[in-house]
């Protein structure tokens, strides 16, 4: 995507005035326009977030910065990011929060966040180019990355070897492998996919190339039929009419025994889940390996991943020492070195650009039995998250409806095919009722 500046004033009324280059409001945004000019003097920010770690280290920020304090708050809960808005609307919201990718977007389409475009430029170079595309939707930065999660695949080495079959390179040769599989053994799954959770989707279509949201000119390109989205929902596809998949709920403690023993041989991963295997897998332990995500194009294979950031909340009033601590969080050595300890128990893995100093130490050695180089799967990873994936403005509320439908593609009431075409006239005409303008792509 295009990181030019958007043109304001060409989508909605005046009163929905917050994030001028968004395309999804019309005017200026009044938080923010003063982004450009240097805060002088101290200053106190409030910052919310839930990640074991931060505090301490907001706890160093303040030791070495008297003139910008950080006013800490665990705002750990599933009501978050409500209080959160309702903390904006009241007038009484921090400067910063931690969010994710998805809720960013949706709290800028709202008009909840402030423009940080001017002064969190000088900090990008840090960043991949997937991570500050995570913070800057439709153009327009309004936070600063904090983590990511890059995508990789994990596999039972005893159980890939005792069937004939080899860490898939492709997904072709994923659904090759569980195929194989079910001829020795029915009961054995290459894969999972939870009957509430379409996340599977999602990674597969970033991972082939596919824009669900794209800005082009004045309004945004829904495009859920893409050659790339359609190729991304063949896979899907397959897993389910060749039942390749397990289908245990990510919601449900028990999950982890499909793979502990044996049940379900292989799975697309992150860093921050390793060590929540290594304490849930007890049986399997040192039976794992670590491989690169398979690919569709081996030429130019891409991954997935989920971003956190630190937004930058409407009626911050210092935006500028805002950024700063949030890039000195998320990018500098000494920050960086304390959160990504297994110790802090943050599970953050970060979003820099070089990610090498981190990686060691977040690899449980009990787990993997040493035999694959599980440090450059990880690195590899994090240099091949996908860079035209972007949220778009009504990502959460799409997300929920794919949810409602997703259930009925796992027991084959719906094909995955039909449920892209209608989560496209789903989410064009929810955009446009809420006067953001937007097409379905060709």
């Keep these: ?42 200053v106190t920010l409030e910052f919310w977030s839930w990640t074991d770690g931060i505090e301490a280290q907001t706890e160093v920020w303040n030791k070495e910065h008297p003139e910008t304090q950080i006013k800490f708050v665990n705002a750990a809960g599933d009501t978050a990011y409500q209080k959160l808005r309702a903390a904006v609307n009241a007038g009484t919201a921090p400067c910063l929060s931690k969010m994710d990718g998805m809720n960013l977007a949706n709290f800028a389409a709202d008009g909840l966040l402030t423009d940080i475009s001017e002064v969190a430029a000088k900090y990008q170079g840090a960043y991949t180019v997937a991570a500050w595309n995570a913070v800057s939707p439709g153009g327009t930065t309004f936070g600063i990355p904090m983590g990511s999660a890059p995508l990789f695949t994990a596999y039972r080495a005893d ?73 991304a929902g063949d896979i899907v596809q397959q897993l389910v009419d060749n ?29 921050w889940q390793l060590p929540i295997y290594d304490t849930n897998f007890p049986k399997s332990k040192g039976k794992w390996q670590l491989a690169d995500s398979p690919a569709f194009d081996t030429a130019k294979p891409q991954t997935s991943s989920n971003f956190d950031t630190t937004g930058v909340l409407k009626g911050c009033k210092y935006p500028d020492r805002a950024a700063e601590f949030a890039a000195w969080l998320s990018s500098s050595k000494e ?19 070089d990610v090498s100093p981190y990686v060691d130490k977040i690899i449980p050695t009990g787990m993997f039995n040493g035999k694959s180089d599980g440090a450059q799967v990880i690195t590899t990873a994090a240099s091949r998250v996908g860079e035209q994936w972007q949220y778009g403005p009504n990502y959460a509320a799409m997300y929920s409806e794919m949810q409602k439908q997703w259930g009925k593609v796992m027991k084959k009431q719906l094909t995955v095919k039909d449920m892209l075409t209608s989560l496209q006239k789903w989410t064009v005409d929810d955009l446009n009722r809420k006067g953001i303008k937007a097409v379905a792509g060709s």
């Design 335 to 353: 920050s960086l070195t304390a959160l990504t300890d297994p110790a802090s128990k943050s599970g953050l893995f970060p979003a820099v650009k």
């Design 159 to 231: 159980l890939f070897q005792k069937y004939g079959i080899e860490a898939p390179k492709t997904w072709d040769d994923l659904i090759a492998a569980g195929k194989k599989v079910q001829e020795k053994d029915r009961n054995v799954k290459i894969y999972n996919m939870a009957g509430e959770d379409p996340s599977t989707l999602v990674d597969l279509s970033w991972e082939a190339g596919a824009q669900w949201y794209k800005v082009d000119g004045d309004h945004w390109v829904v495009n859920f039929t893409s050659p790339e989205a359609l190729k």
């Design 1 to 42: 995507m295009s990181k030019s500046r958007i043109r304001p004033g060409v989508l909605v009324p005046v009163a929905a005035a917050a994030s001028l280059s968004l395309l999804l409001t019309a005017c200026s945004d009044d938080s923010g326009s003063e982004t450009s000019a240097a805060t002088k003097g101290n």
């Design 243 to 271: 039942g390749l998949a397990s289908n245990a709920s990510y919601a449900d403690p028990g999950v982890f025994k499909t793979w502990d023993l044996g049940k379900t041989i292989a799975m697309t991963t992150s860093t």
